[in-house]
């Protein structure tokens, strides 16, 4: 569309100079812009342009995304994690970036290109050159690091720069390449060691007023990724190493995620696995508690085994771990095959945790793994809800090659404390049980934080507040990943053919495919077609190539995707008809030239 508009401009510019230049000089302009245009169309016609498609699944390429990046020309590697995006491809960054910038100015906020080259002295001001460690790229023998996010330069300009409460609220963004040497880049752009990052920050002087730029942050984030058309969702997560009250994380399902999510499609509640909760049936309580009894058990060292050898269900197992809990040994017990979720563990136990070696189990225990359990262990005991006042039931003896059965949880496991400590499956019912979990990997798009003070109270950036005092201004940080939007949107977009572009994101709106342009009327109406859908403000990729087959020109027009295909071939311009494709669907009909623009319209409006 932005073309469009600078054609216009041109031809309005041949009209003037018409009119107030002699003739023998327009000869010359006539002839620039003709240059003009010819350079042009280059980006537009296939026979000029550089859209290096390819039939083979590259190597080292796994997920769809990667490969269809790759086999439609869009990007090509450079080194593991880095890569160039090619012409086509960058016009898809571009109109990402676009949709962002757009919503991101609708809630107020100020575009900002700050350097990636930072001194490390202001990053070692906020103690992140450490909390980076190797993730951090850093300048040989130069005091500098390649920035991987830029929360320090921000509050750096914010310091001094906003002074009073009357400067704020503030909302800078950019949209700028960040560097982070990941340790295993892979799957394409999706985790890369360079890559281009919408990163926003607002700066308030009360929390109520972070809230409100968070609210508006948020709204922005839903309607950039619902013009991109991506399905997503919504994660409450942990603020990690950036500090902070609270973050959401925006994520969408796929395979080649890192994290792995629960979410309930009923009810919209979504959560990290390390903290999701659902509704599971425990262990049953007998109506009579059985003796205590020790059984030889050789050869058994797990929940299956112990099933096996005893005819019994695993639900009558409790599972024994031990952890180590800031030099205190800890028995963690969970039902069955349950495992132990450590995150949940982490935050019940709080301080250092950690699994216990072989050598410690023994000495703990009087045991190795597979035959510990509740009876007699001198420590601190932890259990799964799951396991809450059951009988009945057996585990380790703490002694080699023994179990003991009839343990009753009230009876005889003195001090237990139960909390969740299990991660949830697919299939159980959400905590409030309005609807049933599904757990998936998943990507996160973006992210947003309240930041809170610890970028600005390490950075001195304070200002003074209506009752006279200085204090730290208060921060929030949001980014999204453009080049993972992109990959994310493939994901989700394709089939075995190719990409389904929808008109937001395509890089071309209609792909013109002229059939056999060695003959004269597919040459000339293709051509004057491509004039037309041009000047009526659609960007056109024309296939104009005089060697290629059709059967070769179909398939790289659905491998590239284009949301709709003009097809004009010998056949149906005997009956002054093209054919049209519909990428998404898959749908073809035959439309009468004079009908051809109002078609276009009802599809791509
Ligand atoms: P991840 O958990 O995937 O490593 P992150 O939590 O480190 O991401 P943030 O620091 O929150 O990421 O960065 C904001 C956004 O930048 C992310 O939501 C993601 O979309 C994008 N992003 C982060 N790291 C990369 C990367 N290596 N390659 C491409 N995009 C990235
Ligand atoms: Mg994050």
């Not at 089939?495 to 342009?517: C, S, T, Y």
Request: charged letters at 30%.
């Amino acid at each position: 569309m932005k073309e469009q508009k600078s054609e216009e401009r041109f031809s309005h510019q041949i009209k003037v100079s018409l009119l107030l230049f002699p003739f023998e000089k327009h000869l010359h302009f006539i002839i620039f812009v003709t240059y003009l245009f010819t350079n042009y169309d280059i980006i537009m016609k296939l026979s000029k342009s550089f859209v290096p498609t390819l039939k083979e699944v590259p190597a080292d390429a796994v997920i769809p995304s990667h490969v269809l990046m790759i086999r439609a020309g869009l990007v090509r590697m450079l080194s593991a994690g880095i890569y160039s995006f090619l012409p086509a491809g960058y016009k898809v960054v571009k109109k990402i970036s676009d949709i962002i910038r757009k919503e991101m100015d609708a809630v107020g906020g100020q575009e900002f290109h700050l350097p990636a080259l930072n001194p490390k002295e202001i990053w070692e001001q906020t103690n992140r050159v450490e909390a980076f460690g190797d993730t951090l790229f850093h300048i040989q023998n130069r005091d500098y690091v390649l920035a991987p996010t830029h929360e320090e330069i921000m509050a750096y300009h914010a310091k001094g720069e906003l002074k009073s409460y009357k400067d704020m609220p503030q909302m800078w963004y950019q949209i700028q390449t960040k560097f982070r040497n990941e340790a295993r880049p892979r799957s394409g752009v999706i985790r890369g060691r360079q890559f281009l990052m919408k990163d926003a920050y607002t700066f308030d002087k009360s929390w109520e007023d972070l809230d409100v730029a968070y609210a508006g942050l948020e709204k922005a984030y839903r309607n950039i990724f619902d013009k991109c058309g991506i399905k997503y969702f919504v994660v409450g997560a942990a603020s990690g190493a950036m500090g902070g009250s609270k973050s959401e994380e925006f994520m969408v399902q796929s395979d080649a995620g890192e994290d792995t999510v629960a979410y309930c499609e009923e009810t919209g509640y979504a959560a990290n696995v390390e903290v999701a909760q659902s509704i599971v049936e425990g262990a049953k309580r007998c109506d009579e508690s059985k003796e205590l009894e020790e059984i030889h058990t050789p050869d058994v060292k797990s929940i299956d085994e112990l099933c096996e050898f005893l005819k019994i269900d695993e639900t009558q197992c409790a599972k024994s771990r031990v952890y180590i809990h800031d030099e205190n040994p800890v028995l963690v017990l969970m039902l069955g095959n349950d495992e132990v979720n450590e995150m949940k563990l982490d935050s019940v136990l709080g301080g250092q945790v950690r699994p216990g070696h072989a050598e410690e189990l023994k000495e703990i225990t009087g045991a190795d793994a597979g035959s510990i359990g509740p009876i007699g262990f001198k420590h601190r005991i932890i259990a799964d809800l799951r396991l809450k006042d059951a009988n009945n039931m057996f585990s380790g003896a703490n002694k080699n090659s023994y179990h003991i059965g009839g343990i009753d949880f009230q009876r005889d496991v003195e001090k237990v404390e139960y909390f969740d400590l299990r991660t949830v499956q697919t299939g159980e019912r959400t905590i409030n049980d309005d609807g049933t979990l599904e757990v998936f990997k998943a990507i996160e798009l973006g992210h947003i934080f309240k930041l809170g003070t610890k970028y600005s109270e390490a950075l001195g950036a304070t200002f003074i507040d209506e009752d006279g005092k200085e204090k730290p201004i208060i921060m929030g940080s949001y980014g999204i990943g453009v080049e993972r939007v992109m990959a994310c949107y493939l994901e989700q977009n394709h089939d075995e053919r190719g990409i389904q572009w929808n008109k937001e994101l395509a890089p071309f709106h209609i792909h013109l495919l002229g059939l056999n342009m060695k003959k004269e009327n597919v040459k000339e109406t293709s051509e004057k077609l491509y004039n037309e859908l041009k000047q009526t403000g659609y960007e056109v990729l024309f296939d104009d190539r005089l060697d290629a087959s059709a059967g070769f020109k179909f398939n790289d027009a659905d491998l590239m995707g284009m949301p709709v295909q003009v097809v004009v071939g010998e056949k149906g311009l005997k009956e002054d008809s093209v054919e049209i494709k519909v990428r998404k669907t898959g749908e073809r009909f035959s439309v009468k030239l004079n009908e051809l623009s109002d078609k276009l319209k009802e599809i791509l409006g």
